[in-house]
């Protein structure tokens, strides 16, 4: 069973800039779809961004459009998200999750890491 565990949390001013990792481990990443989904107590969940098994298809949500980057390194099992110009309203947890690529919805989620925006 594939397994996500997601690092690079924090506290950051506005404006700065935070880079999530999320480590997979049970198997192998590069079969899978991921995705950074984010959620605040008592919110709905938010897609963040999303990049295909292959990296060739990334799609962002309207909320950190050219201030986020998702990539991933399949050898290393690994997917990240690089966050710039942070705003207090990008306070929350940040989730990665997997999916095959032959499913519609996010299969593995890892546990989240928090990030918090404030000066």
């Known amino acids: 069973q594939l397994q996500l565990r997601e690092s690079g949390g924090g506290l950051v001013q506005p404006g700065g800039s935070l880079r999530l990792s999320c480590v997979a481990s049970?198997?192998?990443?590069?079969?899978?779809?991921i995705a950074w989904f984010r959620q605040a107590p008592g919110k709905e969940r938010e897609f963040v961004a999303a990049i295909s098994w292959s990296g060739a298809s990334i799609n962002y949500g309207d909320s950190v459009k050219g201030r986020f980057t998702i990539s991933r390194d399949n050898a290393k099992n690994m997917a990240y998200l690089e966050m710039n110009s942070l705003k207090p309203e990008d306070t929350t947890i940040y989730h990665c999750?997997?999916?095959?690529?032959?499913?519609?919805?996010?299969?593995?989620w890892g546990q989240g890491t928090q990030v918090t925006v404030s000066s």
């Open positions: 999750a997997a999916r095959r690529p032959i499913v519609s919805k996010y299969e593995y």
């Open positions: 049970g198997g192998t990443l590069s079969n899978y779809d």
